[in-house]
């Protein structure tokens, strides 16, 4: 293989200088001349009519524009899936904190007293908060039956397995709870029109096209009216997926009626109470399994709660569907799930998005298979891991060199899993600080599904200013992952020019194409790769022109491309997704190839628990991890090590505390986020087996550090405690109740404290 | 609320705003004084991303009324760099990966420099201490971390070599 210059090596993140200096601009950073500003007037109430809305007294309302469903010039619902989630209640209310009507004024003083003054009489309706109650069907309040989607996903013959008679059958359930994505940069967009110049929208946003589509329904504009901006954005996690939609709808009809910009910034508490989190889950795992170990037959429900309107649930639940059966070979495995609707806000990506929830409850389920036959669950992974030429639960070959028994024993290794998971044996009951080791092994799909892929359709080009500048065109955005450097990276190796000589193009959607989303750990993997054809078409543009030889620097290479743009006009090299061959998705019965590549890891986890206290904290993490080639390695030890302890919050700290619908703990004083006292030395390993679709060998890395510490970690406080939680987050409190009544405190031990 | 005038020393250079007592300090660095580096993440004291030095201490700016800061000398992150010349923490944190959405980095950043003003060879459990009113949702810490344990070892050398900072 050739030797590469730039990519596999750790150079700087492109804004990164910004960044540092406090120099980079996000949006409540910008300003527009004669700008006012907006705020949103939300339901109270989690279900009802809207009776009256009235005005109340000490504000002066004729210096605000007010905007209602009335003045929606297009189509009242923010374009995702299914279309039914509005842009401002129209009649009736679904969720607490539901957006009713928006205000704007220049005083940004004046502006939450006018929110508060006004008064909103409804006629509540029943409400649904579980998914408990959603599938009783008492009370519907979506659709027919409250399900916004189902999935039957089924392989082999499974009820004849279950009625083999060598075969133990092992139940549980599992639940997981929301999740805030908790970006420190709250939600915040702006908006200018004109009749001339049409929509300018600016935000902190993932998925500027998702935007630009939601734009045109709203408004009605012609597309070319419409532009949207990304600017430097402050953490998003998935949560700045779909809502900057809505946000970004709001700040146009505020403008569109005003005729001056408005924007829109989001408090805290504001961002917490009314923008999505991820769905809390519910999953019923049962299986089949020879007492020796070997897994027959997997029959597992998996349901999600979605809020109140469909978004994007469906899709949450495919992915969720999809990983539920773990990285084991399966002869026999059914998944049946739905996602039901509950009059919460409702819930939408983040970070791993569906496969957190499933595989947490699977890898749960592994250690008490384990426990349940009397074998190590290191023993019961060996015995069904897949290996190299066996299916996945879809039926997808795997055709990738895998070694997942050996990067378990990797992983088990570098933890020092066997002689701690002894010794913890030994100490623990004496001790009043029970310890335990636990692990996962789990796998994450880079990039959308096979089919889906192929729909996104994505396109991405690289181009040249007439000043021989090269840059690239995306509409993949950066929001602390990484994108615009390892874009870069890729076209400065594939352009053979330095790292320097290569820059983003805005990421403004007249004057960049669709390369599809910034979601599913498909940036690196896919659009990197089109940016690799992308650069090395432009480069063969410049080779066949006669402007460049065949041997460059990369000014020379910048003088050949503004030579070419003198004599040419323009110098572009668009390249346009193609499906890997012998990819093929059935969405109908969910066979096939679901995801074109898999990152495989195994996460192991070594925890106290203190029963005094009767808190969890995770003393070692070990997260190794095959992601196909690594193209940055600071960046991507960032991603595990950030994704690792997003995940240690999900396990252990971060609770959202419901009553009817509405977060009322919305708050960074009482929603815990881990600070830099409440992790443990996050220990990162990569395996690196190049993928021959993906840019320069690379697969997907962002989702994956996600799925695997909450069951890493709930399994080792079961070894610390022999007691099983199924359910996160766990907080001392629940630790407390359970072990209050079952762990005797030795007497030794008693008198110590 | 009525205005009142107030004397900052921000950054080396003396200014004057016209703003009521209660404003709080991070409005008036950015909406005033046109410094946006200090963001605005939670508004009540826990996230840190609004983080300046006043008078060497550091603050959470959010909370502190213009009235308490009146006379008093502030570094925000504009104020660290000498023109292109990056400070040591700076650099630290580019060379390391500490910063990746970049919105609690002026906060993370500062809180550095002050650590390692008053503490110039922190252990890394002074570290993990020394950065507990700075939370990241990006990195997990460990960059940063590795960063603030950099920034030690080259502020120290560059001392030794008599090169002022």
């Known amino acids: 293989m050739q030797k590469e210059r730039i990519v596999g090596t750790p150079v700087f993140r492109k804004e990164g200088v910004a960044k540092v200096r406090g120099a980079a601009r996000y949006i409540d950073d910008l300003s527009l001349p004669g700008m006012i500003l907006g705020a949103t007037v939300r339901s109270a109430v989690p279900r009802g009519h809207i009776r009256q809305i009235e005005f109340g007294p000490g504000v002066p309302w004729d210096e605000f524009t007010i905007v209602t469903a009335k003045d929606i010039p297009g189509k009242n619902y923010i374009a995702l899936i299914q279309n039914d989630w509005p842009c401002l209640a129209d009649g009736c209310v679904n969720h607490p904190q539901e957006a009713i009507l928006l205000l704007a004024h220049p005083d ?22 579980s998914i408990e109650e959603s599938e009783t069907a008492e009370t519907i309040i979506w659709g027919e039956d409250n399900v916004f989607k189902s999935f039957l996903m089924e392989k082999g013959d499974v009820d004849a397995a279950f009625a083999r008679e060598d075969v133990v059958i092992i139940e549980g359930e599992y639940a997981t709870g929301a999740q805030e994505q908790l970006y420190i940069e709250n939600n915040g967009m702006m908006a200018a029109y004109s009749e001339s110049d049409g929509l300018t929208v600016w935000g902190s946003l993932q998925c500027p096209f998702y935007v630009h589509k939601s734009l045109l329904g709203v408004t009605g504009l012609a597309e070319e009216k419409v532009r949207v901006i990304q600017v430097e954005t402050g953490g998003a996690f998935g949560g700045k997926e779909d809502y900057p939609s809505m946000i970004g709808a709001h700040a146009a009809l505020l403008a569109m009626k005003s005729r001056r910009p408005v924007k829109i910034i989001y408090d805290r508490m504001e961002d917490m109470a009314a923008t999505t989190k991820r769905h809390p889950s519910r999953s019923r795992h049962r299986t089949a399994v020879t007492r020796d170990g070997k897994l027959v037959a997997a029959d597992i429900e998996f349901c999600l709660d979605g809020g109140a309107y469909s978004t994007l649930s469906s899709t949450v639940l495919s992915r969720g569907t999809i990983h539920a059966g773990g990285p084991y070979s399966w002869p026999n495995i059914r998944v049946r799930s739905k996602a039901f609707a509950t009059n919460t806000p409702p819930h939408g990506a983040f970070r791993g998005f569906g496969a957190p929830q499933s595989l947490f409850a699977t890898e749960r389920h592994m250690d008490r298979i384990a426990k349940a036959l009397g074998i190590a669950p290191e023993d019961l992974r060996r015995r069904n891991l897949l290996r190299t030429g066996e299916t996945t639960s879809t ?34 009951p004496t001790s009043l600080r029970k310890k335990g080791i636990g692990f996962a092994t789990f796998l994450h799909g880079a990039g959308f599904t096979g089919s ?26 950066e929001f602390g992952q990484g994108t615009n450097t390892i874009l870069c990276q890729v076209a400065a190796e594939s352009l053979g020019i330095d790292y320097t000589g290569v820059e983003m193009a805005p990421c403004d959607t007249s004057l960049v194409p669709n390369s599809g989303p ?25 080779l066949a022109s006669g402007a460049l030889s065949e041997s460059y620097t990369t000014e020379e290479f910048q003088q050949a491309a503004a030579a070419y743009i003198s004599k040419h006009g323009k110098l572009r090299s668009m390249s346009r997704y193609e499906a890997p061959p012998n990819i093929y998705w059935d969405d109908q019965k969910y066979r096939g190839e679901a995801y074109a590549a898999y990152a495989w890891a195994v996460y192991v986890a070594e925890v106290t628990v203190d029963c005094v206290t ?7 993490f070990v997260a190794f991890q095959e992601v196909g080639r690594v193209l940055n390695p600071t960046l991507a030890i960032g991603q595990i090590e950030g994704g690792v302890a997003q995940a240690i919050g999900y396990a252990l700290y971060e609770k959202v505390v419901w009553e009817r619908g509405l977060m009322t703990n919305n708050q960074m004083t009482n929603y815990i986020m881990p600070t830099s006292q409440d992790l443990p030395p996050i220990r990162v390993f ?3 087996v ?14 994956l550090p996600m799925d695997g510490p909450a069951p890493a970690i709930l399994n080792a406080i079961a070894h610390a405690t022999g007691e099983d939680f199924n359910f996160i987050p766990l907080l001392p409190e629940d630790i407390a109740v359970r072990l209050a009544r079952t762990v005797l405190i030795p007497a030794e031990a008693a008198v110590a404290v | 609320m009525t205005e009142r005038t107030f004397q900052l020393h921000v950054n080396g250079k003396d200014r004057t705003v016209n703003v009521p007592p209660m404003a709080r300090l991070l409005d008036v660095l950015r909406h005033e004084l046109e410094l946006t580096g200090a963001k605005e993440g939670c508004g009540e004291g826990e996230c840190g991303s609004c983080s300046v030095l006043m008078n060497g201490e550091l603050v959470n700016s959010c909370l502190v009324p213009i009235a308490q800061a009146d006379g008093s000398t502030i570094v925000t992150i504009e104020g660290l760099a000498h023109n292109e010349q990056l400070h040591t923490v700076q650099r630290a944190f580019l060379q390391c990966g500490g910063a990746q959405c970049g919105i609690c980095t002026p906060g993370m950043i500062l809180a550095t420099v002050h650590l ?50």
């Open chain 2, 116 to 165: 390692l003003k008053k503490n110039p060879h922190p252990t890394h459990n002074e570290v993990r201490e020394g950065l507990n009113g700075n939370l990241c949702r990006c990195t997990g810490y460990m960059r940063i971390f590795e960063a603030v344990e950099r920034a030690a070892i080259e502020s120290t050398t560059r001392t030794e070599a008599g090169v002022a900072e």
């Open chain 1, 452 to 477: 889906g892929e192929r729909y996104l359709n994505s396109l991405v080009g690289v181009d040249a200013t007439p000043e021989g500048r090269i840059r690239v065109l995306v509409s993949s955005t």
């Open chain 1, 108 to 129: 940004r003083h004046l502006l939450p007293r006018a929110v508060a003054a006004v008064r909103i009489e409804y006629q509540p309706l029943p409400s649904v908060h």
């Open chain 1, 614 to 620: 009767y808190s969890a904290t995770v003393d070692d």
């Open chain 1, 686 to 688: 990569f395996e690196e």
């Open chain 1, 518 to 542: 910034t979601v599913a750990s498909r940036t690196t993997m896919v659009v990197g790769k089109l940016v690799h054809s992308a650069a090395l078409g432009l480069k063969q543009t410049l």
């Open chain 1, 690 to 703: 190049p993928f021959e679709h993906g840019a320069y060998g690379a697969k997907g890395i962002g989702e």
């Open chain 1, 395 to 428: 039926g997808q070959v795997i055709h990738q060199q895998i070694d997942l028994e050996g990067w378990m024993e990797r992983a088990l290794e570098q933890a020092g899993y066997y002689e701690k998971r002894a010794r913890f044996d030994r100490e623990n």
